[in-house]
């Protein structure tokens, strides 16, 4: 077993898509009607919006391979969540997601431990994460980093309404 964890690149849309509906669905599957998850997924995950997701360079985006395939990703961004102490510049979290063979095992913090490195580098910046707030395993993990909750916001997955914690790690 050899894991590698690099940045991922355009070429890599179809291996981030497939990953990212893999791990979204492993997580949160059951949670959804099945038309609306399948459009969720569709509009979100597959190839084409990783392909945009990963040309454009205000993203970065993380694999996490094992023997070359995917078994987790870091994707993070200009932030998008809504929030009055929201600036230009800050940078999202967007998904950080891990298959569960793979959960627990410190790749988490190793995915994230690779990202704040690129984040702060040369200089600190404010971090916003949107989790979701029955999620209690992921909160303690951002915790860990720095992470408070400054707001909340329904996160849409078609007629279904997340409650999502807002997350902030301060300048």
Not at 135 to 159: D, I, Q, S, T
């Amino acid at each position: 077993m050899s894991l590698n964890l690099r940045r991922a690149n355009t070429a890599d849309a179809e291996k981030l898509s497939a990953i990212a509906i893999e791990t979204y669905i492993e997580t949160f599957g059951d949670s959804y009607p099945p038309q609306d998850l399948t459009e969720f997924l569709q509009a979100h995950y597959s190839p084409e919006p990783q392909r945009n997701e990963l040309a454009d360079p205000r993203n970065a985006v993380w694999l996490l391979e094992e023997d070359g395939a995917a078994v987790g990703y870091l994707a993070a961004g200009p932030n998008g969540l809504p929030h009055e102490l929201a600036e230009e510049g800050d940078i999202e979290l967007k998904r950080l997601y891990l298959r569960s063979s793979h959960q627990n095992g410190g790749y988490g913090a190793r995915l994230m431990t690779a990202f704040l490195d690129w984040l702060d580098t040369p200089t600190r910046r404010t971090l916003w994460v949107g989790a979701w707030s029955e999620n209690l395993g992921a909160l303690r993990f951002y915790a860990r980093f720095g992470c408070e909750k400054v707001g909340e916001y329904e996160f849409p997955v078609g007629a279904s309404r997340d409650l999502e914690f807002i997350l902030r790690r301060a300048k």
